[in-house]
């Protein structure tokens, strides 16, 4: 009996030591995490920072990029991010929503169990390789059928994105979803609500926090691409401010940043403005995906206090 309780004894100890190692690595790695990222921070205000002592902000905020004459201004940039970023939106935000609610609430089960891989397998594709179709296949039918003077577009550049964003968008919507309780369908039916109305007025509002948040996950996505909006938005530095932006040529903050980086002389006002970009795409991003952690956390408190 004393042997018996010997060694279960030290089971327990063992156990305990291999659960607290494992506590301690995982606080190590979440550590590490914050770390990185402030050191990344840092790295960009140091090399980004000294734009602002040798670029005046008037000059920043004029409507022309071109460095080769010291002309360094953001504007068209800034707006050309935003405009594919909407069209991004535009695109995926209705397709991502519809998918989502198709998977989890529609589909048969073994639909479902073919679907959810294949979306995964779409979210791994190279995103130059979905460069080359967009440059092979989007842009000549948005020149052919729109009729616009190039196919290398910001709406070409919206598509790509739009395109890419959906797995982030429909697998975490499609989780949101799953999340709601049972019960909520339940009672809706038993209300004598048809299928369709306990899907649009119950699950979904239900579940509007996750979807809120599979949205932004999927814009940060979108924002901050840069080799398919490279090669199929024309990387003309102008401000897209027209009716007909859409169908005529942009850049963006991440594509001026991967086609000038390696050409830029280190040290140079254009290095430091190039890294200024950097920073402000880092913050956007960071801010995108603050919003979205602290919906996914509004979300878990109110689960939690409807268990409880």
């Not at 590490?32 to 960009?44: G, R, T």
């Not at 909407?86 to 929503?97: E, M, R």
């Not at 048809?194 to 979108?222: D, K, N, Y």
């Not at 200024?276 to 996914?296: D, K, P, R």
């Amino acid at each position: 009996m004393h042997w018996g309780n010997t060694g279960s004894g030290r089971r327990q100890a063992r156990l305990a030591i291999i659960e607290y190692v494992v506590e301690r690595l995982i606080q190590a790695t979440g550590i590490l995490v914050i770390l990185f990222l402030a050191l990344i921070f840092i790295f960009l205000v140091r090399e980004g920072g000294a734009t602002f002592l040798e670029v005046p902000l008037g000059d920043m905020l004029r409507t022309r990029w071109y460095p080769n004459e010291a002309y360094f201004g953001l504007v068209p940039l800034v707006l050309g991010s935003l405009l594919v970023t909407l069209g991004a939106a535009i695109v995926s935000l209705p397709l991502g929503l519809l998918s989502s609610v198709f998977i989890a609430e529609v589909a048969p089960r073994w639909m479902r169990e073919v679907l959810k891989p294949f979306i995964e397998v779409l979210a791994g594709i190279p995103s130059v390789v979905l460069g080359f179709v967009g440059m092979l296949i989007v842009s000549p039918l948005i020149r052919e059928r729109l009729g616009a003077p190039t196919g290398l577009t910001a709406l070409a550049g919206s598509v790509m994105l739009g395109y890419m964003a959906l797995p982030t968008i429909i697998s975490v919507a499609e989780d949101a979803l799953d999340a709601v309780p049972k019960s909520y369908r339940d009672a809706a039916l038993a209300l004598g609500a048809t299928r369709w109305q306990t899907i649009w007025r119950v699950t979904v509002p239900a579940a509007r926090s996750g979807i809120f948040t599979a949205m932004m996950l999927g814009m940060g996505r979108a924002i901050g691409e840069t080799m398919a909006v490279m090669m199929v938005t024309g990387n003309a530095a102008r401000v897209p401010l027209t009716l007909d932006s859409f169908l005529r040529p942009v850049r963006t903050m991440t594509a001026t940043i991967a086609a000038e980086m390696g050409e830029v002389a280190q040290g140079s006002i254009h290095y430091h403005v190039l890294f200024a970009i950097g920073l402000v795409l880092f913050l956007v991003t960071f801010i995108i995906n603050l919003v979205a952690a602290w919906s996914i956390f509004r979300q878990g408190k109110r689960y939690g206090r409807l268990l409880s």
